[in-house]
């Protein structure tokens, strides 16, 4: 046959005994089926019902399928149920491509209930470009049900640029279920692949015909088999539920190149290749009891739902029996990025790294409770000289004050293959700029904040500080530490904020200078550099020096003076700057052979 067309629509199929088959039953060769199958039936009172609108069996081939496949049913009183709407099975049955639209199609049955779209018993799938809704595979009132909208049994499965939501399966495989033995096949082409709200949990059939599911997980795919994702050209394939397995599946992301078959016009096969590149791999959920195999440079993102019914937020976590990187490109096994503004301890039972693969990492951190996104593996093989080198860190929370906050990340079986990018790496929170180091006896990462109390704290004679942001001063800055020090605080035009802290002592034998507090490199006045300070910014016994500076906007307490106090061993050795609005802005002496440069100085306010 070389071409159906048309509409099948509430046609209805009762077999007894034995197996059932759907409307169109293909044995042989069909060139085209370009139709729409609404509303049929298959009910099966003896064995099993095989197919709810098309079934090949036991060597059929069809080219291709195009159409909409809505609210068509396979139920049996007394065995299996599969493919609600299509059913493939036998070693050379095999289908070229299906385009279209699956929606709300079932199979129920008290027993293996497979595919609520789709099942594939055996046979190839070479293409399939679809959106699939809806679709329910599940027995009455009892945890079974597998593949809500996919079942494959064995062999191939090629899905592209396809979307899958709302499906439900009574036990396994909301979306998809991948039995040992079998593959599938996920790429990402011209469009993202994704999954959305697709469910596992018990059905029942209410009194009304209506169906019921209260207690629910969201999982888009269960694998006992394998899975390998293919994103292409900036694509991205996103699972909003969960992953789950068996501990002996396998998920591939990145590898180079895939066997895949075209079906020519005479049903002879043409073998081709796939290929990836530059594409997100995206899980918001848990991925558990799979390995994991990453080569060629992937990025896999660890994301974040919530699903709009119930405002339940997930989050993307890797618990994962086994992670391998291979070193197909040299110098990078790709990224995790668990950056979701969550706290997640991720697992592996075996971590294995081969060669010149380093894998970069991107973390959370939360530095109030002391935490940040851990790893731990129970063994390892790691090839010579590679790490898991983290290169961001997003600050979910800023500590509390300026003691240093310790947060594990690594436990004692990774912590030696830890490192960061940097030996000591500076990160900005919303708020304040942080410097860490990680330590590969502990795995532990050590957070200070890098800011002007920090500077000023430190003990080593020679020391330096660069803004990058507006400093937050949060509390009373105090004595400079470190006999006989220096002291170096480049502004870079950026402010310090007192929020009516007090401000610096400079003791005898040390020696303070700031640059470019609130200006420009050019001088010229921008920010208001020291401002919001309750009593006097610096009092100094040291030496001090003040280059381009802007001192405003700062209150007094009773018997205290505001700006800049020199006493009497103190020197100034240069002072450029705009103070304003300041009820005293300098007082004391001034050293000898101080030049002074002040730019401005606004209303009755005294110079000592």
Known sequence: ISEI????????????????????????????????FINNTHYNTGANGEGGAISIYPNGKIKSITGNFVNNLVKTTNNGAQGGAIYIEGSNSEIGSITGTFTGNKVIAPSRPFGGAISIWSGRYDRIEATFEDNMAFRDGVANGYGGAI???????????????????????????????????????????VFTGNKTGIVTIEDDGSYSYPDYELNDLHIGGNVYLHANGGKSIIFNGSITGEGNGDIYIGNSSEVHYTMNDDFTSTSSTITQSGGTYQFNSEVSGNRLRMANNPYVKLGSYTEESTGNTSYGKLNLSALYVTDRVAGSGGTIDSQNNHIDEHSFGLADVANTTNVYLAIDADLVNGEADSFSASSIDFGANVYFVINSINVISDMVGNTPVVATVANSVLAPYFKLSEEEMSIDSATFNYLVTYSTDSGELTFSKNN????????DAQRSYNMSRDDEVDTDLGTMEGTNSTLVVNGNGNDINGHEHTGITVESGQTLKFNNIGMDAEGNETGKGFNDFKGPIITNDGTLELNNIVVSENTKTTNSQIGIINKSSGIITNLTGVFKNNEINISGNLGPGVQIDLLLCRGDHVID
């Open 151 to 193: 079942y494959i049994n064995s062999n191939y499965v090629y899905v592209y640029d396809s979307t899958f939501t709302n499906n439900i399966a009574g036990a396994q495989g909301g979306a998809i279920y991948v039995k040992n033995g079998a593959s599938l096949y996920l790429i990402a082409d011209e469009k993202d692949v």
């Open 452 to 459: 002007l109390y920090s500077a000023l704290h430190r003990t």
């Open 5 to 36: 067309s048309g509409l099948f629509e509430n046609n209805y199929i009762k077999t007894t005994p034995g197996y059932g088959k759907g409307i169109i039953y293909n044995v042989g060769n069909i060139g085209e089926i370009n139709a729409d």
